[in-house]
T-cell receptor, first 113, second 117 residues
Framework: AQSVTQPDIHITVSEGASLELRCNYS??????LFWYVQSPGQGLQLLLK??????LVQGIKGFEAEFKRSQSSFNLRKPSVHWSDAAEYFC???????????FGTGTKLQVIP | GAVVSQHPSRVICKSGTSVKIECRSL??????MFWYRQFPKQSLMLMAT?????????EQGVEKDKFLINHASLTLSTLTVTSAHPEDSSFYIC?????????????FGPGTRLLVL
């Protein structure tokens, strides 16, 4: 069975600073990997996904993530954080693409002026 | 973009009563809908998957007689928590997908917070 670990429960960054959210997964085959963002009162929104191909994936809102098979990681990055990025971020792995997705416990991002 | 709504957004009920939560896809037809449960500081746990017109497929450990799922149309799925107890208090999230393929996107609703007294 697949699993996802997000080691950071809460992260605080200054506006304009760079951001990296960590995600490690466990899955026997090539994983389908996702990053979602959840803002209060809103549903989870897909930031980006990796199915195959280029291991550096570009997403919406200026986010990117890099799949590193050797490290079983799929870390999310953004070069310059905006106050509107404050939210909770979930990494997820899919055994069958979107249809059987396991989520991590989430990382809450706080952005300070 | 694709929008999924949930109703109600928050519900408080007495122990022993039943609660129904609706999940609607507003601008697309959802062949597949998913129901998740999220405890505080924990990840989303998939409860069940439902395809329109078929019985839901429940994940291991989820009581199908307690959590009744009906996917009667391509835009509506309902989750009924029967004889709710305080341990059923949680955040319930649905998602909808326009297809069944492995690369079909899931669109998530905003969630329903259930508190059972």
């Amino acid at each position: 069975a697949q699993s996802v670990t997000q080691p950071d429960i809460h992260i605080t960054v200054s506006e304009g600073a760079s951001l990296e959210l960590r995600c490690n997964y466990s899955y026997g085959a090539t994983p389908y990997l996702f990053w979602y963002v959840q803002s209060p009162g809103q549903g989870l929104q897909l930031l980006l996904k990796y199915f195959s191909g280029d291991t550096l994936v570009q997403g919406i809102k200026g986010f990117e993530a890099e799949f590193k098979r050797s490290q079983s990681s799929f870390n999310l990055r953004k070069p310059s954080v905006h106050w509107s990025d404050a939210a909770e971020y979930f990494c997820a792995v899919g055994a069958g693409g979107y249809q059987k997705v396991t989520f991590g416990t989430g990382t809450k991002l706080q952005v300070i002026p | 973009g694709a929008v999924v709504s949930q109703h109600p957004s928050r519900v408080i009920c007495k122990s022993g009563t039943s609660v129904k939560i609706e999940c609607r896809s507003l601008d697309f037809q959802a062949t597949t809908m998913f129901w998740y449960r999220q405890f505080p500081k924990q990840s989303l746990m998939l409860m069940a998957t439902s395809n329109e017109g078929s019985k839901a497929t429940y994940e291991q450990g989820v009581e199908k007689d307690k959590f009744l799922i009906n996917h009667a149309s391509l835009t509506l799925s309902t989750l009924t928590v029967t004889s709710a107890h305080p341990e059923d208090s949680s955040f319930y999230i649905c998602s909808a997908s326009p297809g069944t393929g492995v690369q079909e996107t899931q669109y998530f609703g905003p969630g329903t917070r259930l508190l059972v007294l």
